[in-house]
């Protein structure tokens, strides 16, 4: 298997502020991981995907320069909320795949972010 | 990009029956769909998943169907617990988008003792 672990499971912060979840794969290494966001009851949408090394990349409708991802190393990823919103308040969630493993197609999620901006 | 339909959006079992999830996909070039079993606040946990050169799989009570060519694919779930009650999501994904996950909108499976 694999371990994805993500940090702070839960925050709250005062609108205007910035806040960083961290994502770390932590017995494998992960060139790619990706960042959902899910709203209360309903689906995980695909934010970005973060690239070891070198740009996310961004789904439509996602603002680049509100929800900075830095992905500097192999095994650790980072999303910023920048001057976060009220409206930004929602469970963030990580995922990696092993690509040295024979499933190496599986997703496997951090514990998630449950972030509220008062 | 990819659209996944999820269907129903809540269903009720009595323990002991079987509950069916289905889903539609709209890009054919999709060839990884897993399904995901999400409990209140917690992380999603993969169930079972069935790649695009296989017709159905199955893992005890847990199975996946999949038609390529009408681009659907289902869970069924025999012999329900009550604690098979959840939020289940399906999922397609292609492997050139490195396997980024696009989620149906969830069904909420309540299994009644």
């Known amino acids: 298997g694999a371990v994805v672990s993500q940090h702070p499971s839960r925050v709250i912060c005062k609108s205007g502020t910035s806040v960083k979840i961290e994502c770390r794969s932590l017995?494998?290494?992960?060139?790619?991981m990706f960042w959902y966001r899910q709203f209360p009851k309903q689906s995980l949408m695909l934010m970005a995907t973060?690239?070891?090394?070198?740009?996310?990349?961004?789904e439509q409708g996602v603002e680049k320069d509100k929800f900075l991802i830095n992905h500097a190393s192999l095994t650790l990823s980072t999303l910023t909320v920048t001057s976060a919103h009220p409206e930004d308040s929602s469970f963030y969630i990580c995922?990696?795949?092993?690509?040295?493993?024979?499933?190496?197609?599986?997703?496997?999620f951090g514990q998630g972010t449950r972030l509220t901006v008062v | 990009g990819e659209n996944v339909e999820q269907h129903p959006s809540t269903l009720s079992v009595q323990e002991g029956d079987s509950a069916v999830i289905k889903c539609t996909y709209s890009?054919?070039?999709?060839?990884?769909f897993p399904w995901y079993k999400q409990e209140l606040g917690k992380r999603p946990q993969l169930i079972i998943d069935?790649?695009?050169?296989?017709g159905e799989k199955k893992d005890q009570r847990i199975a996946v169907t999949l038609n390529k060519t009408a681009k659907h694919f289902s869970l069924h779930i025999t012999e329900t617990q009550p604690e098979d009650s959840a939020v289940y999501f399906c999922?397609?994904?292609?492997?050139?988008?490195?396997?980024?996950?696009?989620f149906g909108k969830g069904t909420s499976l309540l299994v009644t003792p």
């Open positions: 017995d494998f290494q992960a060139t790619t």
């Open positions: 890009d054919s070039a999709s060839n990884y």
């Open positions: 069935i790649r695009s050169n296989v």
């Open positions: 999922a397609a994904s292609l492997s050139n988008s490195g396997y980024a996950l696009n």
């Open positions: 995922s990696a795949s092993n690509r040295g493993h024979i499933r190496n197609t599986e997703a496997f």
């Open positions: 973060s690239n070891e090394g070198s740009k996310a990349t961004y």
